[in-house]
């Protein structure tokens, strides 16, 4: 059966190969991205594409680009969220701006997309709602507060957004890669490194820069299987609530599901005497 894709951050990185595959199993894809030129490019053109403007951030633009989808092939069945950027930086190097502005473009820019087609979804009684976070979004990490932040808070939205939706026949799934081969760590529109100075923190930050730009190219993921991957989820009917991709970020959950259980054993009885006495 061929769905209707609807893909945001299309132009680059994850959004192209999450296009490209849907396309080759199938299906009809409306490809999102600030300029529909460069995705179009990007994806390579196709009878059964559609490139559509939109900024995430916007809530017009995103009704505007839901609309466009159904305008062209009647309904949207699968919805992912991939859209995304990354402020790198610790705390306290990191503007009251800059962390507005990624808690903007990675919480509230899914929001305002998922929002825009939810209705169109319940009309359907159908449909599927993916996420893409991180293994940020599961483990805190050095040098990513606020990217941190914005992944932690889009995976409390989408456990929740399950029970909402369910009702309606629509399932969702968020999605944790690790370290994947794209153009995240060079892409100056992807990530965007802190700008306040402070010198505690200025050699750690001069280092973990150089660090993390030397790892482009080095990551072990491959982001054309991880399209695969996701295609063939949303065509098997049973998503999971989590997608762990990646062997890097199930190695990091389950040493940190194995911490969790640490601290809760360190200190069960007062947790559980917290209560009021009969």
């Known amino acids: 059966m061929s769905n209707v894709w609807f893909i945001t951050g299309a132009g680059r990185g994850l959004g192209i190969d999450i296009a490209q595959s849907a396309l080759a199993a199938g299906h009809q894809v409306v490809a999102t991205g600030r300029d529909p030129k460069k995705v179009l490019d990007a994806i390579g053109e196709h009878e059964n594409l559609l490139t559509v403007a939109l900024d995430i951030t916007d809530q017009d633009a995103a009704d505007a680009a839901a609309q466009a989808a159904v305008d062209r092939f009647g309904r949207i069945d699968v919805l992912v969220n991939n859209a995304g950027n990354f402020y790198a930086g610790y705390f306290e190097n990191t503007s009251p701006k800059q962390l507005r502005a990624q808690m903007e473009t990675n919480f509230f820019g899914p929001t305002n997309v998922t929002r825009a087609i939810l209705p169109i979804m319940r009309k359907q009684r159908s449909g599927q709602v993916i996420t893409v976070t991180s293994a940020a979004g599961l ?124 601290q809760i054993d360190a200190h069960r009885e007062l947790s559980a005497s917290l209560g009021f006495d009969a």
């Open 139 to 262: 483990i805190g990490q050095e040098f990513v507060a606020a990217y941190a932040a914005s992944k932690f808070a889009l995976e409390g939205w989408m456990e929740s957004l399950r029970y909402d939706v369910e009702r309606f026949g629509i399932k969702t799934m968020a999605v944790e890669p690790g370290f994947f081969r794209t153009e995240l760590l060079v892409e100056r529109s992807s990530t965007i490194w802190p700008e306040l100075d402070v010198e505690d923190y200025a050699e750690l930050t001069a280092q973990t820069i150089e660090a993390w730009k030397g790892m482009n190219g080095r990551q072990g993921g491959d982001p054309k299987k991880l399209g695969r991957a996701l295609v063939s989820l949303s065509d098997s009917g049973g998503l999971p609530l989590r997608f762990l991709a990646g062997a890097d970020v199930m190695a990091g959950e389950e040493e940190n599901l194995a911490t969790i259980q640490g």
